[in-house]
Every structure is written in C-alpha cells, then in structure tokens.
C-alpha cells in the first residue's frame, strides 16, 4: 500500500526559510515521480514542483522559481521541498503526490504539476507565512 507522509511544516515570517519532508512507503521509489502541491483556503490545488525519481530531473511553477528547490534521497524513499524566501501567498496546505513518470521517446520518463495525474496522496502539511 502506496503511504506518504508530509512533514516539516510551521510558522515562519516572510522572507524565512522552512523544509518540507515527504516519507514514502509501500512502492519502488525509483520507478515513481513525486510532486508537490498546495492549496490556499478558497483556491483550487495547484502543483508546485515535481522530481522524477530515477534521473531526478525536476520541474518547477513560476510561482516558485528561483526560492523553493525539490530533492529526492532514494536511500530514504523521502523527497524534500526547501522553500526560501517565503512569501505570505505561499501560506496553504502543501500535499506530496506520487505517481508512475510519464515518458516520451524525446525525453524519457519526467514528471509534470498535473494534479489530475497523481493518484497516491499524503495527509498534507500547514505552512503559514506572517507578513
């Protein structure tokens, strides 16, 4: 049975730092892509970042560009979100998902933000951005 388990979220003041933590259990690691996403109180669920786990080629929103970086340690099955700079509209509820990678005979096996391609969820995690 596919697990995931989000940690690593709080309170912090704009422009601090926090990491998210995301313990995955019950599949290959290897063989699967993990996303994070978010959802702020009365916005839809938006994909923030994904990782493909096998080459670890990564995919970024422009939301976040430049402040939050996705990681995989294959060795922990864990994938982590540093998020830096942190804004207030980076406050929401942030979900880790995983899913097989999609593939193209160009690219190979990469992840994209799709919501609506990951089917194994965590509980999620609260972060909170005070201005």
């Known amino acids: 049975e596919v697990h995931l388990v989000e940690s690593g979220g709080g309170l912090v003041q704009a422009g601090g730092s926090l990491r998210l933590s995301c313990a995955a259990s019950?599949?290959?690691?290897?063989?699967?892509?993990i996303a994070w996403f978010r959802q702020a109180p009365g916005k839809e669920r938006e994909g923030v970042a994904c990782?493909?786990?096998?080459?670890?080629?990564?995919l970024y929103a422009d939301s976040v560009k430049g402040r939050f970086t996705i990681s995989s340690d294959n060795a922990k099955n864990t994938v982590y979100l540093q998020m830096n700079s942190l804004k207030v509209e980076d406050t929401a509820i942030y979900y880790c998902?995983?899913?097989?990678?999609?593939?193209?005979?160009?690219?190979?096996?990469?992840?994209?933000?799709?919501?609506?391609?990951?089917?194994?969820w965590g509980q999620g995690t609260q972060v909170t951005v005070s201005s």
């Open positions: 998902a995983a899913d097989r990678p999609l593939y193209s005979s160009h690219t190979g096996y990469y992840c994209i933000t799709d919501r609506n391609v990951y089917n194994y």
């Open positions: 019950g599949f290959t690691f290897d063989d699967y892509a």
């Open positions: 990782i493909e786990s096998s080459d670890g080629s990564t």
